[in-house]
DNA sequence: TTTCGTGCAAAACCTTTGCAAAGTG
DNA sequence: CACTTTGCAAAGGTTTTGCACGAAA
């Protein structure tokens, strides 16, 4: 997949990331180097245990994944996507230009959204004296391949 | 706290929502009934302990309030919260009428935002082939009282 | 009566915590 | 050297499952 420019390609991106690290006093370890690789290489959000799978080599403890991930999407290197399977999953955080996704409420595949506009309820947290905003938005729904094999489309539909 | 339209009253939501369980051919039940009562009258998304523990008296257990749940989601009538706590949260759906939230980041309390305007996306997610479509919108910040006492702002700051 | 919902107990699951050892700046 | 991060083991907490019984349509 070609990238739409060049601060989203993967290796700035993994520079930006390990950057944003340092300027908030974090050590750049190599278990956390690894995930970030990760992260910005390959394409879309993980959940800890699937992170730490990929890691299999420079493996460390599933547990560095999920304290490296809490940190992380504590300063906003990273981004926490919900999809309602009780898993957390996350992704890399491109700053101004991220994406969301629409998550198939049967199959649970995932496909990107590249939108976003809740600017204008952003504006409105901030009035409000918010700070540090950030958000969440996932779309969920049944994908076309689930809709066309669906048993009984009316009894697990909204 | 005044109603927005008759249709938001707590007596019309509660039996606007059994109409939507027969609807599906769900039973209109005990639990499920309290529970809706609980959910119609009072405010604010509420986690299946909290809703299980308001209960007291006509109490179910709480597997059956997660079921409940559970299924009152699949068909919309109740509306499904991530507050980033690992803990699940819901709500009553009205449907078109809905809103959204500001969590504190700090202290946790919600706020809500009455305004929705992810219509573009899920108009995509239409066109894209997808059904039953759905979305979930969580804006997270500090709070103004949490803003002021906060001894390092920067540490954990996005 | 047939199907769906509930209770109870137990399991599954993801995630967090404590503490000593190791690594980073 | 001071401080952060890691590993391991164990706990925590929420949510799910199985099965027999009870309730709704």
Redesign the pocket.
Known sequence: MPHCCAQHAPDNALANALEQ??AH????????KAMLGILTREHGPF???ELHHKLKGK?????????????MEEIGVVRRCDFG????RYEINHGDHHHHHIVCRTCRSVQVLDLCAVGKLERIAREMGYENITHTLEIFGTCPKCAKKQVRPDKHAA
Chains 1, 2 share one sequence.
């Open positions: 690290l340092r006093e974090m050590r750049v370890t190599e278990p956390r959940s800890a245990e493996s460390c403890d599933v547990v560095t994944v999920y304290r490296s991930l809490q940190a399977d009780n898993t957390y």
